[in-house]
C-alpha cells in the first residue's frame, strides 16, 4: 500500500504522512533487465548547490528490499539550499526520478510488497548540513538529519571527491560534530 503524498504544514514531503521516517522506504519499478547502475544514465550520483550552507541526505538504491549488504546498493548524495526540511531533498529526487518516468511510492519499512524482477527500492539512511564553495574549491561535510539520524559523512566525502575530481584534497573536510 502506498502512502500517498500529502502537503502538511512541516514539508512538502509530507511528515504527517509517515509516521516514521527512518524507516520510510521509496518504491519504485524499472524494466526487468534493469541493473542500479542504470539510474547513473539518468540521474546523477552527486548533485549539491555550487554555493552556500545546506542540508543533505545520503539516498540508498538496492533491488534488495532490506538493503542487503551482500546486494548491490548504489548511494546518490543530494544537497539544496532551496530544501528548508531533510525530507524535501528526497522529494527533489523523486522529482527528478519522474523526469525520466520512474514513478515512486511511499512504502513503511513493514508494510507488504514482495521483492520482485524491476522493483527496486530507495531509502535515506541519513542526512546532515554541506558548506560549498565552488569557487574556492572547498567542501565540509557535517552535522546530521533530525529526520533520518547522522549519515555516513566519510561515504558522502568519497562520493563527493569522485563528483568534484579537480579539488584539493585538503580542501574537503569532514566532522560528525555540530548540526
Not at 550552507?53 to 546486494?71: E, H, M, N, T, W
Not at 527500492?121 to 546532515?128: A, E, K, L, Q, T
Not at 554541506?130 to 566525502?157: E, R, V, W
Request: with cysteine; hydrophobic share 35%.
Amino acid at each position: 500500500m502506498c502512502i500517498r503524498d500529502r502537503v502538511s504544514t512541516q514539508s512538502t514531503w509530507g511528515f504527517k504522512t509517515i509516521p516514521n521516517l527512518r524507516k520510510a522506504i521509496l518504491f519504485a519499478r524499472m524494466e526487468p533487465t534493469s541493473r542500479l547502475t542504470d539510474l547513473l544514465k539518468l540521474v546523477p550520483q552527486v548533485d549539491l548547490d555550487s554555493e552556500g550552507v545546506f542540508k543533505y541526505i545520503l539516498i540508498q538504491a538496492s533491488f534488495s528490499r532490506s538493503f542487503d549488504p551482500s546486494a548491490e546498493v548504489l548511494t546518490f548524495v543530494r544537497g539544496y539550499k532551496s530544501c528548508a526540511y531533510h525530507p524535501d531533498i528526497l522529494e527533489a529526487f523523486r522529482s527528478d526520478l519522474r523526469k525520466h518516468k520512474i514513478n515512486t511510492c511511499f512504502l513503511q519499512f513493514d508494510a507488504p510488497l514482495e521483492e520482485g524482477s524491476g522493483r527496486i527500492f530507495f531509502r535515506s539512511p541519513g542526512g546532515g548540513r554541506i558548506q560549498h564553495s565552488a569557487s574556492a574549491k572547498k567542501l565540509s561535510i557535517y552535522g546530521y538529519s533530525q529526520s533520518f539520524g547522522q549519515a555516513n559523512h566519510d561515504l558522502t566525502l568519497e562520493l563527493a571527491k569522485k563528483a568534484y575530481p579537480d579539488y584539493p584534497e585538503s580542501s574537503f573536510t569532514v566532522s560528525y560534530e555540530g548540526y
